[in-house]
Structure formats: C-alpha cells, structure tokens
C-alpha cells in the first residue's frame, strides 16, 4: 500500500488552519509578520494539540508527514489550539556515523508568549500615542490656521456682500505675528484701498456734478429772463453769458473725462528714462515760435547736464509733458506783458528738480495748499470765462503721485521781500548713467 489509509493520514496531518482558529484578523496577521521577519529560522505551527506534553514519538514517526527536523534543525515551535505555544528542540545522537536515536526537549514557551505580550503591548500603546497626537496636532492646526482663515474668508465675504464698512477683519487676527497676521493685514490693506478708491470716486462724482451744475443754472436762469425781456441790448447780452457757460462746460467735460481716465493710463504706461534738458528746450522753443507781441518769454536753464551724462528722469513722456504744459499755461496766464517764465532742471540727490517760475502775483499764502485741489480755480475778473477748469494742477499732481514723484509750489520774493512770482517745483526719480 502506497498511499496511507485517509483515517490514518487524518490523524497525522495538521487540520488546515482555518479549521482551528476563526480567520486571523489585521492585528493578527500582523504580528504573524513581525515574528516572521525576525526570526526567519523559527519554524511555527498551529496544531490541535492539547498543551503539554506534546506526543514526543510523533514527530519521529516513521509513518508521518511530519517531516522530522534535519540534523541541526531550527528550534520547533507549535501553537496549540489553547493558543499556547510549544518549543521543541530535537537534536539526533550519532554513533559511529549512524544515527542512533533523538533527544527531543520540548517546553511551553510561556516566556515566548510574555514576550509576545510585551511587543503586542507596546506596539499597541504606540499606535495609541500616536493616535493621541495626530488628534491633538489636528486640534491645534484647526485652532490656529484653520479656524482663523475661515474667520478670515468670513469678513471677506461680508465686505463684499456689504456696500458698507461693515466686514472689517478682526483685531486678533491682524495682531498676530504669523503668516495669517500676514494675510489679515493684507487683506485688510486691500480693503482700506479698495475703499479709499471708491471714496475718491465717490468724491469726483459729487465735485464734477457740482461744477457742472453751476454753468447749467446760469444757463437755465439766462434762458428764463431772455424769454421774458425784449430788450435787444439784455438778449444779446444774456447770450453772450449762456455762450460763455456752453464753453465753460465743455471745457470742463473734456478736462473731467481726461482725469478720470487718468488713473487707468498711468497704471498702464511705462515709464522710461526721460533726458529733461532737451524736453525744457523745445517747449520753450514751441512757445517762442508761436509767441505774440506782449507775451512772456521763456527762458531754459540746467544743472548738471552734459552730452556724456545727461540729466535723465524715470517718467512717462507724454504724461511729463503734460504735467509741464500745464504749469507752463498757468505761467502765461499769470505773467504780466513780457515778464519772463524761467524752467528750470536741477539735480537734487537721486531726484530732479524740473521747475517753472513766473513773475507774476503769485499764490496767496492762505492758498499754497488748496490751489492743488480739484477744481479750485481763481483767477482775475477780466480773464476769459470758460477757459479754466481748476483740474490742471489737480491732474499734474496725480501724474507725479503716480511717477512717484512730488510737485510743490512756493512764491518767489525779489531783494526787498516781496512777491515777485510763483515757482512750481516737480522731482522726479534721477536715471543715472
Ligand atoms: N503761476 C501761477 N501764479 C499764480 N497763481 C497760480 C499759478 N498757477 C496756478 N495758480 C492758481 O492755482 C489755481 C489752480 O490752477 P489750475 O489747477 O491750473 O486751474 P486753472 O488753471 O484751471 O485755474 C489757479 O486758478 C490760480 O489761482
Ligand atoms: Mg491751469
């Protein structure tokens, strides 16, 4: 008989694990890892033995599929069905080069299942301290970065929402020293921005239509009398001043929609380094050509200025020039017949100082600051109606701001102290070679 009796094989062959123990859990089958990957020379079983004394004669059967260990074998380790575990260490005893017999020691490894414990143990105090932290780390981070942003994302929702200034982010948080103080203080500043343009605008709208609204009731109550009299000298009269409004207003039209485009053309234009001394000459050179009997002549001067160095500024051309024609047309208009209007380019530091200076009656001390202000205008009496906005030092003054620049205004005094005229100073940033 080749192949054994099947009830006798039975009684021999380990049933199948799964026949023992119900399917081995993540834990288990974890622990099956750790203690393989140590001791990869161990051989382990699961039986279901009863626990001691494991049948010594068994696995030296000769009839068994248990194979016997090999001379020098690994120790033998079994796991019972009461979850113990068994060690046996067998070792043959040879005399005279044949095997005579096996001593075989087998023990309950209770220490092995202590041990066992003790690394289940800790790895499970470990899992659970980590557990710990991870909650208590995601418990910080949700208390420090993520409740603060959502906070954060709040008042800017409500800025957006709200038409007011209701919204305004919390002090705490601009308070802090971190990357979201950072962030609210950003905020926030974009916001003040934000407003400040608006109320500019708001500021604008409301200055425009109270200029406007001025040469519109003159026009208005001119056309109510001029429907009412008959006299011819009055009509023609009347006329004149509704002819002076139509003009004043489309002065000012054209000078408000050149302003309020303003802002947008100097965010897109760029700037480049600007030599001054040539610019001064042909516009004093425009006006000397153009130049009528009586009116001002206008003189250049420069310091610091040669072919190999040229006095240069960071500008926008066009914008520089403009900001020059206007000082230059108030200058005229304040001369009196032949005066003379100086301009003048000094480097001053890492800036230049372009200037104009007149000698007319220059600028009321009261008024040095308010004449910057959009449309303030005063001018003589006699002067042609219509033909000021007040919006030319108003502009020149957003042109430099935007160049980074500054313009200011002083009176000039002659040797006994006395106005001799006005002097409008504008720096701009110096392009060195
Ligand atoms: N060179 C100057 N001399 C005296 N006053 C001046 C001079 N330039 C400007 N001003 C005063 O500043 C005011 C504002 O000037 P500006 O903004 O150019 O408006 P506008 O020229 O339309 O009146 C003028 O109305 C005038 O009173
Ligand atoms: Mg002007």
Not at 116 to 133: E, G, P, T
Not at 297 to 320: C, F, K, N, Q, Y
């Given at each position: 008989q080749r192949a054994p009796p099947p009830a006798r094989s039975d009684e021999h062959q380990p049933p199948p694990f799964h026949r023992l123990h119900p399917p081995p859990g993540l834990y288990e089958r974890l622990l099956t890892w750790l203690w393989s990957s140590h001791s990869s020379s161990i051989v382990t079983l699961d039986t279901n033995e009863a626990d001691?004394?494991?049948?010594?004669a068994r696995p030296t059967d000769a009839n068994g599929t248990f194979s016997r260990p090999p001379p020098e074998a690994p120790p033998y380790i079994r796991r019972t069905a009461n979850n113990r575990l068994i060690i046996t260490v067998a070792e043959p005893v040879i005399h005279e080069g044949r095997t005579v017999g096996i001593i075989q020691l087998t023990r309950a490894a209770s220490q092995v299942d202590r041990a066992l414990f003790a690394i289940r143990s800790s790895i499970l105090s470990l899992f659970l301290m980590v557990l710990v932290i991870t909650v208590l780390l995601s418990w910080y981070l949700s208390l420090t970065i993520a409740r603060p942003l959502l906070r954060l994302a709040a008042s800017a929702q409500i800025m957006r929402e709200?038409?007011?200034?209701?919204?305004?982010?919390p002090a705490r948080l601009l308070a802090r020293r971190d990357e979201i103080g950072d962030l609210a203080r950003a905020l926030q500043a974009s916001a003040q921005a934000l407003w400040k343009r608006m109320d500019a605008i708001e500021r604008f709208a409301a200055d425009v239509s109270h200029e406007i609204k001025n040469p519109l009731s003159s026009i208005r109550s001119a056309i109510e009398t001029l429907l009412r009299i008959e006299d011819l000298n009055q009509k023609r009269r009347l006329l004149t001043i509704i002819n002076d409004d139509v003009l004043r207003l489309d002065r000012l039209i054209t000078d408000i929609s050149d302003a309020s485009r303003l802002d947008a053309e100097m965010s897109r234009a760029q700037t480049e380094a600007i030599s001054v001394v040539p610019l001064l000459s042909v516009l004093a050179e425009i006006h000397q050509a153009t130049r009528k009997e009586g009116e001002p002549i206008i003189l250049t001067h420069s310091e610091g200025d040669s072919p190999e160095h040229p006095l240069r500024v960071l500008a926008v051309e066009d914008r520089l020039v403009q900001v020059l024609r206007n000082l230059i047309g108030n200058a005229i208009s304040f001369s009196p017949p032949n005066g003379r209007i100086l301009l003048e380019a000094v480097p001053v530091g890492n800036m230049v100082a372009l200037s104009v200076s007149d000698?007319?009656?220059?600028?009321?001390q009261a008024k040095l600051d308010s004449i910057f202000d959009r449309f303030y205008s005063e001018r003589p009496?006699?002067?042609?109606?219509?033909?000021?906005?007040?919006?030319g030092l108003s502009i020149s003054r957003q042109i430099v701001d935007a160049l980074h620049g500054t313009i200011s205004v002083e009176n000039r005094h002659d040797a006994q102290g006395h106005v001799a005229g006005a002097r409008f100073t504008v720096r701009l940033p110096r392009v060195m070679a």
């Amino acid at each position: 008989q080749r192949a054994p009796p099947p009830a006798r094989s039975d009684e021999h062959q380990p049933p199948p694990f799964h026949r023992l123990h119900p399917p081995p859990g993540l834990y288990e089958r974890l622990l099956t890892w750790l203690w393989s990957s140590h001791s990869s020379s161990i051989v382990t079983l699961d039986t279901n033995e009863a626990d001691i004394p494991a049948d010594p004669a068994r696995p030296t059967d000769a009839n068994g599929t248990f194979s016997r260990p090999p001379p020098e074998a690994p120790p033998y380790i079994r796991r019972t069905a009461n979850n113990r575990l068994i060690i046996t260490v067998a070792e043959p005893v040879i005399h005279e080069g044949r095997t005579v017999g096996i001593i075989q020691l087998t023990r309950a490894a209770s220490q092995v299942d202590r041990a066992l414990f003790a690394i289940r143990s800790s790895i499970l105090s470990l899992f659970l301290m980590v557990l710990v932290i991870t909650v208590l780390l995601s418990w910080y981070l949700s208390l420090t970065i993520a409740r603060p942003l959502l906070r954060l994302a709040a008042s800017a929702q409500i800025m957006r929402e709200s038409s007011g200034r209701t919204g305004t982010v919390p002090a705490r948080l601009l308070a802090r020293r971190d990357e979201i103080g950072d962030l609210a203080r950003a905020l926030q500043a974009s916001a003040q921005a934000l407003w400040k343009r608006m109320d500019a605008i708001e500021r604008f709208a409301a200055d425009v239509s109270h200029e406007i609204k001025n040469p519109l009731s003159s026009i208005r109550s001119a056309i109510e009398t001029l429907l009412r009299i008959e006299d011819l000298n009055q009509k023609r009269r009347l006329l004149t001043i509704i002819n002076d409004d139509v003009l004043r207003l489309d002065r000012l039209i054209t000078d408000i929609s050149d302003a309020s485009r303003l802002d947008a053309e100097m965010s897109r234009a760029q700037t480049e380094a600007i030599s001054v001394v040539p610019l001064l000459s042909v516009l004093a050179e425009i006006h000397q050509a153009t130049r009528k009997e009586g009116e001002p002549i206008i003189l250049t001067h420069s310091e610091g200025d040669s072919p190999e160095h040229p006095l240069r500024v960071l500008a926008v051309e066009d914008r520089l020039v403009q900001v020059l024609r206007n000082l230059i047309g108030n200058a005229i208009s304040f001369s009196p017949p032949n005066g003379r209007i100086l301009l003048e380019a000094v480097p001053v530091g890492n800036m230049v100082a372009l200037s104009v200076s007149d000698e007319g009656p220059g600028i009321p001390q009261a008024k040095l600051d308010s004449i910057f202000d959009r449309f303030y205008s005063e001018r003589p009496k006699e002067e042609h109606f219509g033909q000021h906005s007040g919006l030319g030092l108003s502009i020149s003054r957003q042109i430099v701001d935007a160049l980074h620049g500054t313009i200011s205004v002083e009176n000039r005094h002659d040797a006994q102290g006395h106005v001799a005229g006005a002097r409008f100073t504008v720096r701009l940033p110096r392009v060195m070679a």
